[in-house]
């Protein structure tokens, strides 16, 4: 029982990584996209693409109406926006399981010094660890869910073209 436990909360831990793996193609935004960019400043930078050809990436930033261009070699990073979403149901699940496990630990160790002091029996700290585990997940998932409710934009990366991929030796 424990292995698989372990199995799961290991898929749950790596399952964030796969998913956000995917990329795009520069050469395949499509114009009005909505982007962001980095250059040799570091400095990130919010803009709307207006078109997009094997040499150049056409712009306007945000707040300017007048178009401007860059080269891809001047571009470090780039990542287009996959919409708007919430994460209510992720907030909730997150909020409930923290919560469970902070209310059973809580309970168990009240419970082990309550014993000491000749309180309950075993079954009983256990219902009450349980007990207390879903009280404060009930809780924490109502928190969860609230900052879950908040939207969030999905940044896509994307693959500069002529960029070198960085070899896991010089990262």
């Not at 956000?20 to 400095?43: E, F, H, N, V």
């Not at 930033?61 to 209510?88: C, F, K, N, Y």
């Not at 585990?133 to 900052?147: E, K, N, S, T």
Request: hydrophobic share 40%; net charge positive.
């Amino acid at each position: 029982m424990r292995f698989a436990t372990l199995a799961v909360l290991g898929l749950c831990a790596i399952a964030p990584a796969v998913a956000g793996a995917q990329s795009t193609d520069a050469l395949s935004i499509a114009a009005g996209t909505r982007a962001r960019l980095s250059g040799p400043t570091k400095s990130k930078g919010y803009l709307t693409v207006v078109s997009v050809d094997r040499d150049s990436l056409r712009f306007r930033v945000e707040g300017q109406s007048d178009p401007r261009a860059l080269s891809w070699q001047t571009i470090d990073e780039m990542d287009v926006s996959g919409g708007m979403h919430t994460d209510i149901a992720g907030g909730a699940a997150k909020g409930f399981f923290g919560g469970f496990l902070f209310g059973a630990v809580i309970m168990a160790f009240t419970a082990a010094s309550f014993r000491k002091n000749g309180g309950s029996s075993d079954s009983q700290d256990t219902k009450d660890t349980v007990k207390s585990g879903l009280i404060f997940g009930g809780l924490l998932a109502f928190v969860g869910a609230a900052i879950g409710s908040h939207a969030t934009e999905t940044w896509i990366p994307v693959t500069l073209p002529g960029s070198r991929q960085k070899s896991a030796s010089t990262r």
